[in-house]
């Protein structure tokens, strides 16, 4: 084939006289037109114009099989969109009438000479290639100017036009990407080979001219910036006889930022032990997350579509309509359900349904939480609590009895211990009664036992009130309280050695009162067992033990084994023989509920014959007691009395 016949147009003809239609090839041919194939039916003309693309057709009106030429020449211009010439030999007006409707570019009445059919053939092809540029520039101009990325390609995959929504999308101006590759300019930012060679399918110009289904591709514009673009692309014939492919681009970098968005929000969503799932009005489930898949043990594929009510029934479900409305005003609404899960277990959820933005008005988001173990203790709790009101009211009357039993040991008891210790009195005291030696021993001892027990009446009450009263906490300074005991102790230390090492007391949150009774206590027992020291040494201060104030009381006097400390805070209990110290065995007791008031503690430190020291605390542990300045045993304030 010469360089001259591919210039001047490509010839289909269809003439089913053989003789004929070897005379008009050779006639073409002798003219610098190329054959591309003689058919003589209606189906052979439109195999070879699939095989072939003619840029003409040579129609005889009468032609082998059931379709004539007219019938033929409409199917090809109409889905080839090829320009038909008609070959015949009638002019009846019925025919020629009904060959117009076919949209013919001209007719050829036979016999003719050569020149005539070179002629009409050239003449028609410009007349067709002429209404194809036309065509073409009026679709390019038309693309120009829609907001859809537009560009053609030639038979070998370059560019030929770009609108400017497709300069914007690839950052390629057309004066620079014309002739260019289209896969230059249109670069597939994929890792993935199936991407690039799809796209590379799209300018595939084989097969009929009709639309391929669009593919999204990531697009690298020459600017540098990453799109995502939907391509499509069809085929359509072009001015010059050859096929051109068009691309439409849509910008969808938008969408698949809000999917990769919802996306990841589905993922978090995904790592909550909560049940989030999504439903319609309607009651068909949309999303379904591994919390709830853990939950009511059903998978995502199991849950969506289906209907909560049908999924889930509730043994306690609230009303449906007032769930509703409160989603309608609020936007939102969240209440308790008793539901059941797949293998038929009843929980108690606490749910939160709320009507996201967005998401459209009949879209409802539901957060469920298992609140059945906690449901179970609060009922736990409620039955403990109904057994601590009635313990309490149990030991309201038993304090209420207490009271009437201190009134008696108050009254009652101390009347007859007067009696003992008035008669006694009397008796020893009676002028005329010669009274033994050994008589008057006796009746003393009298007095001291009831004087004894006087006091452990005394020392009693005392401790009952002392458990009973809760400390009033108030800003206290110790140095001015313990300053005050010391004042009554000078009674006791008469005529005593004793040297008194009082620290820097801080100001601390206590009940003056009560604090003041440990203090007492404390300093009465070191005054006591430091009787046979000479001299009795007597401190009072504050130290620190793991971070928390503590205060002290030490002596040098008798003190005891460490063995038997866990009886020192028993009522009753002494570690000391009564000939040697006296007591009643009531005052540590006192003081260790004292501290515990406060929320502190206390422990002894001894050694026999070495002295003791107890510490204690007024404040609950890791809790500073107000005003503590933080330092060791210093600044004592040395005093020797006699």
Avoid at 441 to 448: N, T
Wanted: hydrophobic residues 40%; charged residues 30%.
């Amino acid at each position: 084939m010469s360089k001259q016949s591919r210039h001047r147009g490509r010839i289909l003809i269809v003439e089913d006289q053989g003789i004929v239609a070897t005379d008009i090839e050779s006639c073409l041919q002798d003219e610098g037109f190329e054959v591309t194939a003689i058919a003589t039916s209606m189906e052979d003309a439109i195999r070879e114009a699939s095989t072939v693309r003619p840029d003409l057709v040579l129609m005889d009106i009468r032609i082998q099989g059931e379709a004539d030429g007219i019938a033929a020449a409409d199917h090809l211009h109409r889905n080839f969109g090829l320009p038909i010439v008609y070959l015949t030999a009638h002019d009846d007006q019925d025919t020629l009438t009904r060959a117009k409707r076919t949209d013919p570019m001209a007719f050829v009445i036979k016999p003719f000479k050569p020149a005539e059919l070179t002629r009409t053939v050239e003449i028609a092809l410009n007349r067709s290639q002429a209404e194809a540029r036309e065509r073409e520039q009026s679709f390019l101009s038309a693309m120009d100017s829609i907001g859809d990325g537009v560009l053609t390609t030639d038979s070998q995959g370059r560019i030929r036009f770009m609108n400017r929504a497709a300069e914007a999308l690839t950052g390629w101006p057309q004066e620079l990407a014309l002739g260019r590759q289209a896969t230059d300019v249109v670069q597939i930012a994929d890792d993935e080979e199936a991407s690039a060679e799809r796209f590379c399918a799209l300018l595939d110009l084989q097969g009929a001219p009709q639309s391929d289904s669009s593919h999204e591709y990531p697009v690298l514009a020459r600017d540098g910036v990453h799109r995502w673009l939907t391509i499509q692309a069809t085929s359509i014939g072009a001015g010059d006889g050859r096929s051109i492919r068009v691309m439409v681009m849509q910008d969808v970098t938008g969408r698949k930022q809000s999917e990769q968005a919802l996306r990841r929000q589905a993922d978090l969503l995904d790592q909550s032990k909560d049940a989030i799932f999504t439903w319609e009005v309607d009651g068909a489930i949309s999303y379904w997350n591994r919390g709830a898949a853990g939950l009511y043990g059903y998978n995502s594929r199991e849950a969506i579509g289906r209907a909560v009510e049908e999924l889930l029934p509730a043994a306690r479900a609230a009303n449906r309509d007032e769930v509703l409305a409160a989603l309608e005003r609020d936007g939102q609404w969240s209440g308790e359900l008793t539901r059941k899960a797949r293998d038929g277990r009843e929980m108690v959820v606490e749910s939160l349904l709320v009507v996201p933005r967005g998401a459209g008005p009949k879209t409802v988001l539901e957060t469920d939480r298992d609140i059945t173990e906690r449901k179970r203790t609060e009922r736990e709790i409620q039955r403990l609590n109904q057994e601590l009101r009635a313990r309490v009211n149990e030991l309201t009357a038993v304090n209420q009895e207490l009271e009437t039993f201190n009134y008696s040991v108050s009254h009652d008891l101390r009347a007859p211990l007067r009696h003992i210790d008035g008669y006694s009195r009397i008796l020893l005291e009676r002028a005329d009664l010669d009274l033994p030696a050994e008589a008057r021993k006796d009746l003393e001892r009298v007095r001291q036992s009831a004087s004894r027990m006087g006091r452990m009446v005394d020392e009693l009450l005392e401790l009952s009130r002392t458990s009973r009263k809760e400390p009033a906490r108030q800003a206290t300074a110790l140095q001015s309280l313990v300053e005050d005991v010391l004042v009554e102790m000078k009674t006791e230390a008469l005529g005593r050695e004793i040297e008194w090492r009082i620290g820097e007391l801080p100001v601390t949150g206590c009940d003056p009162t009560l604090t003041r009774q440990v203090f007492a206590n404390l300093l009465a027992n070191a005054v006591k067992f430091t009787r046979y020291r000479k001299p009795a040494v007597i401190e009072v201060g504050q130290g620190w033990s793991e971070g928390q104030a503590v205060l002290f009381v030490r002596d040098n006097g008798a003190g005891f084994n460490m063995k038997y400390a866990g009886k020192l805070f028993g009522v009753f209990q002494r570690l000391h023989r009564r000939e040697e110290f006296e007591g009643t065995g009531i005052g540590l007791a006192t003081v260790q509920r004292i501290v515990h008031k406060h929320g502190g503690r206390i422990w002894p430190q001894a050694e026999m014959e070495k002295g003791a020291t107890f510490y204690f605390t007024l404040e609950p542990p890791g809790q500073a007691a107000a005003g503590t300045a933080r330092a060791g045993i210093n600044g004592c304030v040395n005093r020797r009395e006699k």
